[in-house]
T-cell receptor, first 122, second 114 residues
Framework: GAVVSQHPSWVICKSGTSVKIECRSL??????MFWYRQFPKQSLMLMAT?????????EQGVEKDKFLINHASLTLSTLTVTSAHPEDSSFYIC??????????????????FGEGSRLTVL | DAKTTQPPSMDCAEGRAANLPCNHS???????VYWYRQIHSQGPQYIIH???NNETNEMASLIITEDRKSSTLILPHATLRDTAVYYC???????????????FGQGTILTVHP
């Protein structure tokens, strides 16, 4: 089945540094990927929609200059947390929307999620 | 997308059926009901989805009421590994511009005990 991979799975960084998280669709093309953030004991919250070849669309309240999203290819989207601070510590999860009608993979309607990346900012 | 409401938590004995309810009274005609689950510190896992007919796959069954205002996810023989947060989400199907933008509620914490 289709797989979405995130890297790194966990990262610890110092306050003020930038951290890049990658989201890859391993065996399918994804024109659209989504980035979520999840704080402890809370549900997932959508941060932004990443569109291949165009600018990302951010949800209300999410700073686009702090959370840089790049979707340079049909299989890779990256989220860069710039000048990270302890309050940015969270579980970041991506999902991929399969290209409709893609041959070889049964498009049963599900979306594919990555394993998540846990960021801890000291 | 329509809002859903779920009980915050449920318990189930191992080997018994787990029935997780979801209310989605404002669902529109072209919106599907999706179920995902999230095991601690992992990404959400797709379980099943449906429009109006009952659906079954290797993981679960989905029962949708005739008026589509509520549904029930059934795990026929729950195991300890089914302990997770279960999310019921309503969304338009593939092809729509908002497809993929999931709005997660708080979900139901299902605890399967021996």
């Amino acid at each position: 089945g289709a797989v979405v991979s995130q890297h790194p799975s966990w990262v610890i960084c110092k306050s003020g540094t930038s951290v890049k998280i990658e989201c890859r669709s391993l065996d399918f093309q994804a024109t659209t990927m989504f980035w979520y953030r999840q704080f402890p004991k809370q549900s997932l919250m959508l941060m932004a929609t990443s569109n291949e070849g165009s600018k990302a669309t951010y949800e209300q309240g999410v700073e686009k200059d702090k959370f840089l999203i790049n979707h340079a290819s049909l299989t890779l989207s990256t989220l860069t947390v710039t000048s990270a601070h302890p309050e940015d510590s969270s579980f970041y999860i991506c999902s991929a929307r399969i290209v409709p009608g893609l041959a070889g993979i049964a498009n049963t309607g599900e979306l594919f999620f990555g394993e998540g990346s846990r960021l801890t900012v000291l | 997308d329509a809002k859903t409401t779920q009980p915050p938590s449920m318990d189930c004995a191992e080997g018994r059926a787990a029935n997780l309810p979801c209310n989605h009274s404002t669902i529109s005609g072209n919106e599907y009901v999706y179920w995902y689950r999230q095991i601690h510190s992992q990404g959400p896992q797709y379980i099943i989805h449906g429009l109006k007919n009952n659906e079954t796959n290797e993981m679960a069954s989905l029962i949708i009421t005739e008026d589509r205002k509520s549904s029930t996810l059934i795990l026929p023989h729950a195991t300890l590994r089914d302990t997770a947060v279960y999310y019921c989400i309503v969304m338009g199907n593939a092809g729509g511009t908002s497809y993929g933008k999931l709005t997660f509620g708080q979900g139901t914490i299902l605890t399967v005990h021996p």
